[in-house]
T-cell receptor, first 113, second 112 residues
């Protein structure tokens, strides 16, 4: 596709529910990043993939958060047993390689009620 | 630990004014620095990417400079327009790492 695509755009989850957020990066982009953005703040790094390898997951806030990119293209961020503090916008970005210009998707706004 | 600060947090200017947004970072061992704009409810749009070996980058009315030794970058916007109203974010990637650290952003409002 022409840009990074994320789905769904909006997700409302009941506390305790599991959610899965999808990211379709730009075709051919090796690097893929996930970020969490709270209202009025800059994005905070969650995890980084180089192709299918998850090279850095130091930003994942707890073991309820899990990300995968099994074929080196589409990535899924899964949050188990959602809590209210998980409410945020989740942004995905891709770049041709590490250090190249990063392109962001529109984000998924998650609201946990 | 890398910290990125953006000043001012918010700025309101009349149309046509030239303006400067500031970004400072605490660790000078950076690989690159990128400026983004974010419109309400939208993702981030890349504006300029400066590699650590570069001093500045220009695109149209935008010019970004980088001074690693002082831990500063500036984004200069010439002849501002109402369509420039958005939040501007700077992001720094450390040498040898994967993590990109963002500032909290500067909210810019250009009055017609």
């Amino acid at each position: 596709g022409a840009g990074v695509s994320q789905s769904p755009r909006y997700k409302v989850a009941k506390r305790g529910q599991d959610v899965a957020l999808r990211c379709d990066p730009i075709s051919g982009h090796v690097s893929l990043f996930w970020y969490q953005q709270a209202l009025g703040q800059g994005p905070e790094f969650l995890t980084y993939f180089q192709n299918e390898a998850q090279l850095d997951k130091s930003g994942l806030p707890s073991d309820r958060f899990f990300a995968e990119r099994p074929e080196g293209s589409v990535s899924t961020l899964k949050i188990q047993r959602t809590q209210q503090e998980d409410s945020a916008v989740y942004l995905c970005a891709s770049s041709l390689e590490l250090g190249a210009e990063a392109f962001f998707g529109q984000g998924t706004r998650l609201t946990v009620v | 630990k890398q910290e990125v600060t953006q000043i001012p947090a918010a700025l309101s200017v009349p149309e046509g004014e030239n303006l400067v947004l500031n970004c400072s970072f605490t660790d000078s061992a950076i690989y690159n620095l990128q400026w983004f704009r974010q419109d309400p409810g939208k993702g981030l749009t890349s504006l300029l990417l400066i590699q650590s070996s570069q001093r500045e980058q220009t695109s149209g009315r935008l010019n970004a400079s980088l001074d690693k030794s002082s831990g500063r970058s500036t984004l200069y916007i010439a002849a501002s327009q109402p369509g420039d109203s958005a939040t501007y974010l700077c992001a720094v990637r450390r040498t040898g790492g994967f993590k990109t650290i963002f500032g909290a952003g500067t909210r810019l409002f250009v009055k017609a």
